[in-house]
């Protein structure tokens, strides 16, 4: 497993953006695919983006919102929010494993989460 932490939550109104990081001290951080899920209160875990470990192959749940780019040379993952919406509101997890998928359950290295609160 790989320890993983998450920055760059936060309150934001409809319409902003944030940009969500994900690092690992880890060497191997950059040979493993990261995905990005998140779950609202109440609610089960979702598939919001994922990347190859290359960098070469990326998946979003919204092409048009959400994008994936990592940094190799900093052991970083990025997940751009563009023109949130209140139903984006939830803690967002990033997580490290060997398979592109979009199931949780695929990916046993995750960080602690983040929070992302739109308002209206």
């Known amino acids: 497993q790989v320890q993983l932490v998450e920055s760059g939550g936060g309150l934001v109104q409809a319409g902003g953006s944030l940009r969500l990081s994900c690092t690992a001290s880890?060497?191997?951080?950059?040979?493993?695919?990261v995905a990005w899920f998140r779950q609202a209160s109440g609610k089960e875990r979702e598939f919001v983006a994922i990347?190859?470990?290359?960098?070469?192959g990326t998946s979003s749940a919204d092409e048009g919102r959400f994008t994936i780019s990592r940094d190799r040379a900093k052991n970083l993952v990025y997940l751009q929010l563009n023109n949130l919406k209140p139903e984006d509101t939830a803690i967002y997890y990033c997580?490290?494993?060997?398979?592109?998928?979009?199931?949780?359950?695929?990916?046993?290295?995750w960080g602690q989460g983040t929070q992302v609160t739109v308002s209206s």
């Open positions: 997580a490290a494993g060997a398979a592109m998928s979009r199931e949780p359950s695929s990916f046993n290295s």
């Open positions: 990347i190859s470990g290359s960098g070469g």
């Open positions: 880890a060497r191997v951080f950059n040979n493993l695919a």
